[in-house]
């Protein structure tokens, strides 16, 4: 590896192209993703936690508005008379179907006319000046920002009724050499650089890089699967309430919750429900659609805990040889997909296991991709965080309502996947395709 982080192509041609391939990768998702169901589908909604599809569509539209035509190139607004319908800040998702949304063709046509003006500033741009023109900074926000829509687009098809409407693609691979792998790592303590000051994309809530201090620990080298969570619940995990914390046994006990979401035991045997389709519950796959109490209260019955951010960011980013951090777990270089399981690619997560290529210098599998991963901290700013380009896309957050996940899961793209990248939600969702892995303290006397 290299002696110092290497972001992506910092040159403006390099980076126009970077743009260019993120913006329309972000939308050949979109479009995927809305494509494929009628215009009823699209408007309903399936689930008061989610939009409806056609309100994600046309907000995706008024985003990249409001950010690369009129921020950023200073033009006037197209559709004034709808930012307020598309503010995701003035209504919650419950409401949003009664709001006078743009009918499915006219979302459609909105975005690409949008999409066509912004592609044109972009081919313009010297990518020189302004923070938000600087390293093609809002173009890649706005690519990061799409795909973090499609992600939820996802989600909102896992929850829609009906046969799926997504094509199965090609499963992921399986796990090689997995059962040599030990159950988990000892990651020695110290410090390492955290966060980020030199990715060009990077979030205000990535930033800045800075020193941090983490103590020793042993880390689990693979998300916790489907087969270990089935053993918390058939021990009788859900009807104890020595294991959960006070507000999570109380959501328990008002929801009668008895296993992670979608999940059914019928005939003796448990099944669960996976865009469209019901399956055997997965064993060898990392445990999917829990929320933070839920993988709060296995990793105490197992007698360990979740991580705390800290030392998730560094058993997947500091190198013990180099002692640097690195932008991803195998080093510096963008996922490939034999790295990683991203972008919807497999439409699940890979058996725990998988991915020997993408496994971190002390041998830890899947930090990347596959589930989004709970940790056991807040969201809270860095030293030195200043907001940008708007307090609205963290800094309202910050506090000890929002728990972190880290690492992506097979739902989200690499744009919005990196080893500093942020991802929080209130602890009682389950919706989200989150797992966890666990730790422990390390013993005295070990490094």
Request: glycine fraction near 8%.
């Amino acid at each position: 590896m290299n002696d110092a982080v290497q972001p992506p192509d910092t040159d403006s041609e390099g980076l126009r192209n970077r743009a260019v391939q993120a913006l329309t990768a972000a939308r050949d998702r979109t479009e995927l993703l809305t494509s494929c169901v009628d215009d009823a589908e699209l408007t309903a909604q399936h689930s008061p936690l989610m939009s409806p599809l056609v309100w994600d569509l046309a907000h995706i539209g008024n985003q990249e508005e409001l950010w690369l035509l009129r921020n950023v190139a200073g033009r006037d607004a197209l559709r004034p008379e709808i930012d307020s319908v598309y503010d995701a800040f003035e209504h919650p998702r419950s409401a949003r179907p009664t709001l006078p949304l743009l009918a499915p063709a006219e979302a459609r046509s909105y975005a690409a006319q949008v999409r066509g003006r912004a592609l044109d500033v972009l081919e313009r741009s010297p990518l020189r000046g302004g923070p938000l023109e600087a390293d093609a900074f809002a173009f890649g926000m706005v690519a990061q920002h799409e795909q973090q829509h499609d992600e939820t687009m996802l989600i909102t098809h896992q929850l829609r009724r009906g046969p799926t409407a997504l094509t199965a693609p090609a499963p992921p691979p399986a796990p090689e050499g997995a059962a040599r792998l030990p159950a988990e790592v000892l990651v020695a303590g110290g410090p390492f650089e955290m966060g980020t000051s030199l990715e060009p994309w990077a979030l205000d809530n990535e930033r800045p890089a800075h020193v941090t201090f983490v103590p020793s620990f042993h880390l689990d080298t693979t998300p916790v699967s489907c087969g270990a969570y089935l053993s918390f619940v058939e021990d009788g995990g859900y009807a104890d309430p020595r294991w959960w914390q006070p507000a999570g046994w109380g959501t328990v006990q008002e929801h009668g919750l008895r296993a992670p979401l979608f999940w059914r035991r019928e005939g003796g045997e448990w099944l669960r429900r996976h865009f469209g389709t019901t399956e055997p519950v997965p064993l060898d796959e990392p445990v999917l659609h829990v929320s933070w109490y839920e993988a709060d209260a296995y990793a105490r019955w197992a007698g360990r805990r979740l991580p705390s951010e800290a030392e998730w960011e560094k058993a997947a980013r500091h190198d013990p040889v180099s002692g640097r951090s690195t932008r991803y777990p195998w080093g510096d270089a963008d996922p490939s997909p034999d790295r990683a399981n991203l972008g919807q690619r497999h439409l699940r997560p890979a058996p725990v296991g998988a991915y020997p290529a993408g496994e971190s210098p002390l041998g830890v599998r899947q930090l990347i991709g596959d589930v989004w991963e709970w940790t056991s901290s807040d969201l809270l700013p860095y030293p030195g965080f200043a907001p940008f380009p708007y307090r609205e896309y963290s800094e309202v957050f910050f506090g000890p309502g929002h728990k972190v996940l880290r690492g992506g899961s097979f739902g989200v793209d690499q744009v919005a996947c990196r080893g500093t990248f942020r991802n929080w939600d209130l602890p009682v969702r389950r919706q989200i395709f989150a797992g966890f892995r666990t730790a422990r303290d390390a013993a005295a006397g070990e490094l």
